[in-house]
């Protein structure tokens, strides 16, 4: 598997990016931050999601510390991290391919991020 980092490491992030319940779409996003500019705010915290996980931080500091280093353990390791560059084609997987990131191959056409 030591040659497969680079696919590990990349199936991570089509399935975060595009499951509903970890993101949300590019135009909601832009809208916030486009409103969020206008009114001057320093700081937004765009997803439902991300706002309920900051205040859980706020007030459980240690707790969402330990959370976050038990997540870490089932990320890939960063280990041989920039020793050589793939493009995403070439780290595609049956997961990163299949219903699972449908959202997110919709919206990588509907913004032409083909990787061309």
């Known amino acids: 598997m030591k040659g497969d980092k680079h696919q590990a490491e990349y199936t991570w992030f089509p399935l ?3 499951l509903p319940i970890t993101s949300i779409s590019a135009r909601r996003a832009a809208r916030q931050i ?3 500019t206008r009114r001057g705010k320093a700081e937004l915290v765009i997803s439902i999601q991300a706002q309920i996980l900051a205040r859980f931080h706020s007030l459980f500091p ?13 990320l890939p390791s960063g280990d041989g991290a920039g020793i050589s ?3 995403g084609s070439e780290s595609e997987t049956a997961i990163t391919q299949s219903f699972l990131t449908l959202l ?4 990588s056409r509907t913004y032409n991020e083909n990787g061309n």
């Open 34 to 36: 486009v409103d969020a």
């Open 16 to 18: 975060m990016d595009t």
């Open 85 to 87: 560059a793939h493009r």
């Open 104 to 107: 997110g191959q919709r919206a």
């Open 62 to 74: 240690g707790l969402t510390a330990d959370i976050m280093g038990i997540v870490n353990r089932f």
